[in-house]
Antibody, heavy 120, light 107 residues
Framework: QVQLVESGGGVVQPGKSLRLSCAAS????????IHWVRQAPGKGLEWVAV????????YYADSVKGRFTISRDKSKNTVSLQMDSLRVEDTALYYC?????????????WGQGTLVTVSS | EIVLTQSPATLSVSPGERATLSCRAS??????LAWYQQKPGQAPGLLIY???TRATGIPARFSGSGSGTNFTLTISSLQSEDFAVYHC?????????FGQGTKLEIK
């Protein structure tokens, strides 16, 4: 079955960087886009970024554009989210989620999330 | 960006009764709307996509309707496992956006 396992979360100071990873299995990795979605404690969901199935396109939320970079490694079936210049407001549970198609469509599978805390 | 407004923020309903949740978009998103259910401590799960198509394994008591800017999620006869937070999301334009969520609680 589809599995998405996030890792790399932790506590980091404002202005520092962190790299999240998402290990995918149970499906043909090259056929599906992958999203990152985050949820601040006690808050709603916020879409963060997507990368197309073939890596050809990436889109970002305005709140992270220019600071976060999404990438994928087809040899390892992983997607990464490089987060630079972190802010306190980036504190959240970060979910890796699979698109139902190339990247444009609905999210139909979710990982369990990895927690990022930005604090001095 | 497209703003999704969900109402009410909290809905109190008795088991066995019907629940109606609303999601309104700031501009037309055609039928490119999904509904997710999220229980405490869990990741969201897809309920409805294309505004009205149930995802695999979703019971028939869940139904979605609407197009353009106004959407509704209806749960016809609430079961104990249905009390959760419900999120709507548009996938018509970038950036993708979610509503703020509706918490469905037991009355």
């Amino acid at each position: 079955q589809v599995q998405l396992v996030e890792s790399g979360g932790g506590v980091v100071q404002p202005g520092k960087s962190l790299r999240l990873s998402c290990a995918a299995s149970g499906f043909t990795f090259s056929s599906f886009g992958i999203h990152w979605v985050r949820q601040a404690p006690g808050k709603g969901l916020e879409w963060v970024a997507v990368i197309w199935n073939d890596g050809s396109k990436q889109y970002y939320a305005d709140s992270v554009k220019g600071r976060f970079t999404i990438s994928r490694d087809k040899s390892k079936n992983t997607v990464s989210l490089q987060m630079d210049s972190l802010r306190v407001e980036d504190t959240a549970l970060y979910y890796c989620a699979r698109d139902s198609g190339s990247g444009w469509y609905v999210i139909n599978h979710w990982g369990q999330g990895t927690l990022v805390t930005v604090s001095s | 960006e497209i703003v999704l407004t969900q109402s009410p923020a909290t809905l109190s309903v008795s088991p066995g009764e019907r629940a109606t949740l609303s999601c309104r978009a700031s501009q037309s998103i055609r039928s490119n709307l999904a509904w997710y259910q999220q229980k405490p401590g869990q990741a969201p799960g897809l309920l409805i996509y294309g505004a009205s198509t149930r995802a695999t394994g979703i019971p028939a008591r869940f139904s979605g309707s609407g197009s353009g800017t106004n959407f509704t999620l209806t749960i016809s006869s609430l079961q104990s496992e249905d009390f959760a937070v419900y999120h709507c999301q548009q996938y018509d334009d970038w950036p993708r956006t979610f509503g703020q969520g509706t918490k469905l609680e037991i009355k």
